[in-house]
């Protein structure tokens, strides 16, 4: 037996789960699954390593040596790479939890994660399901569901129809009484697919046909209603952790509006429109949503803000999600390490009062994505793969140098997370972070981030949901890339000329180079 320190605690980790379970009615947690792959399934095998919990990782055939595989303490393989062989087999996933004896399975985000009848599956087998009850996934993965559980608390919502909606002429009344523009969604909808602006009446009867079919063909619900379109909103979303004895607190905001095509880019926390006061009003209405439901685990209420400041609930997303690490970066709460104590039946360990904003964080998630190519996946090796450490730097990855990018799966390397004191010492860290980034093999979405960084909209905080069709082309980049080629090259032309000695390729903030110019 090898003594070391991390055995050791692992050891007392141990121990003291057991006295705590027997104390407190605690469920054991001894092992869980971790249903997902990169990245994430590697965050969440990290924090149940710290808690002395065992997970077993699954895999798909493309991914047999990637990190959570490596990482994990037992690993089985599910099938070949195509997500619906593997990934998404609920069967084969519920039998090797079985067969390995799990207490636990944590979906993390995408694939089965909002998929209620798993979480029911999971649960009947006589294993935890971390994440929310099915119920509560079920009335939150309905949008109307969604909105006629709320009704009963005072929860804003945006003006318009809370109920599916065939009949043309009530919808061509309603559009009328809310005014257009108006949008129409689909009930089971996500991620902006199935939405369509309604600039005026002649074009309304065509649009909801086209969106109940689409609603119809691409969820296998035809539910659409109908509602007022906020042109240039900004998308705020509360995070929530609410434990099985009905406490549930918010842990602020996360500002999305960074965003291409519903795909979001760069996530920031706080959000600076939001004054203390509306973040107050915010956060409780969050706390009532999540209550609606009794939901339990962590979950994010998703609300739109217009100019004036007034704010809609949209949705409930009842899933961990990809941007969770702005918020552990400025609260300091280890959300996977909530679900686990939360779904093992702890009570939360910290009161509303307990929580507090400190400093700010900003998230960038680097795609194998070609910013240059209309964001085209860039498939390839990463020959090279250099990660930027420090201390207010943190980078979610599930890859290493030499590994490949599978072509099955969302792009996503990396998320590359920087804090500080203030937004702009935030935003500094992200640009030098950036810089200290070494990806070769791939397109990254890498220079898309500096360019946001550097962009006065962003700087400023005046930006919404427009920003990217609004400011971005890839001639930006480009232009930028030319002109931090040309002052290198004027650079070692100088040192040449001076010193007779060429230049070792530096990279280099902008102002440093101009700097370096003028000198
Ligand atoms: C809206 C909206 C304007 N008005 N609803 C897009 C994703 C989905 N979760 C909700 N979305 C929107 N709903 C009304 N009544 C504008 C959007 C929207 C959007 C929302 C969040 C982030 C980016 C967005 C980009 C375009 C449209």
């Known amino acids: 037996m090898n003594w070391n320190r991390s055995s050791d605690i692992l050891t007392s980790n141990l121990f003291y789960n057991v006295y705590k379970e027997n104390l ?182 065509s649009q909801m046909e086209r969106a109940i079919s689409e609603a119809a063909s691409s969820f296998g619900d035809g539910s659409v209603f109908i509602e007022k379109y906020i042109s240039s909103p900004r998308h705020i979303e509360i995070q929530v952790l609410a434990d099985k004895f009905g406490n549930t607190v918010h842990l602020f905001e996360r500002e999305c509006s960074i965003q291409r095509r519903y795909q979001k880019v760069i996530e920031e926390a706080p959000s600076s429109v939001l004054t203390p006061e509306l973040r107050k009003k915010m956060g409780d209405a969050a706390v009532l949503v999540a209550k609606s439901c009794n939901y339990t685990s962590t979950g994010t209420v998703e609300f739109l803000v217009d100019d004036k400041l007034n704010f809609y609930f949209l949705e409930m997303n009842t899933r961990l999600q990809v941007e969770h690490p702005v918020t552990e970066m400025i609260t300091g709460i280890d959300l996977v390490e909530e679900q686990i104590k939360i779904a093992r039946g702890e009570k939360l360990s910290f009161t509303q009062d307990d929580l507090s904003i400190n400093g700010h964080a900003i998230e960038l998630r680097v795609y194998a994505e070609d910013s240059l190519n209309n964001f085209l996946p860039s498939i390839g090796t990463l020959n090279k793969y250099i990660k930027p450490k420090g201390e207010n730097i943190r980078v979610d990855d599930g890859y290493e140098q030499g590994m490949a990018v599978p072509i099955y799966y969302d792009p996503l390397i990396a998320k590359l997370i920087t804090r500080g004191n203030n937004r702009t010492d935030a935003i500094e860290n992200m640009l030098q972070a950036i810089k200290e980034y070494k990806i070769e093999g791939v397109s990254t979405t890498l220079p898309f981030g500096t360019f946001v960084f550097e962009h006065d909209a962003f700087i400023s905080g005046k930006f919404d949901t427009h920003f990217v069709k609004n400011y971005f082309t890839p001639e930006k980049i480009k232009e930028k890339q030319k002109e931090y080629a040309e002052i290198a090259s004027l650079i070692a032309l100088k040192y040449w000329m001076e010193n007779k000695k060429i230049l070792k390729p530096v990279e280099n903030k902008s102002t440093s180079w101009k700097r370096r110019l003028a000198s």
């Open 24 to 205: 407190n009615n605690i469920k054991p947690m001894k092992k869980i699954l971790v249903a997902n792959r990169g990245e994430i399934a590697l965050r969440i095998m990290r924090t149940a390593r710290k808690m002395g919990i065992k997970s077993v990782a699954v895999y798909s055939e493309a991914d047999r040596n990637s990190c959570h595989v490596l990482f994990a303490d037992e690993a089985v393989c599910l099938g070949p790479a195509p997500s619906a062989q593997s990934y998404l087999n609920a069967d084969k996933i519920i039998s090797f939890a079985k067969k390995l004896r799990v207490d636990g399975i944590h979906p993390g985000y995408g694939f089965l994660s909002e998929n209620a009848d798993f979480a029911q599956r999971v649960e009947e087998a006589g294993i935890i399901f971390i994440g929310p009850t099915a119920e509560a996934m079920r009335i939150m993965g309905s949008k109307l569901a969604a909105k006629e559980c709320v009704k009963k608390y005072n929860i804003p919502m945006v003006p318009g129809i809370q109920e599916a909606i065939t009949d043309i002429k009530l919808a061509k009344d309603v559009a009328k009484q809310i005014g257009y523009p108006v949008l129409i969604k689909a009930s089971a909808g996500g991620g902006g697919k199935g939405m369509r602006i309604v600039e005026k009446e002649d074009e309304l009867e």
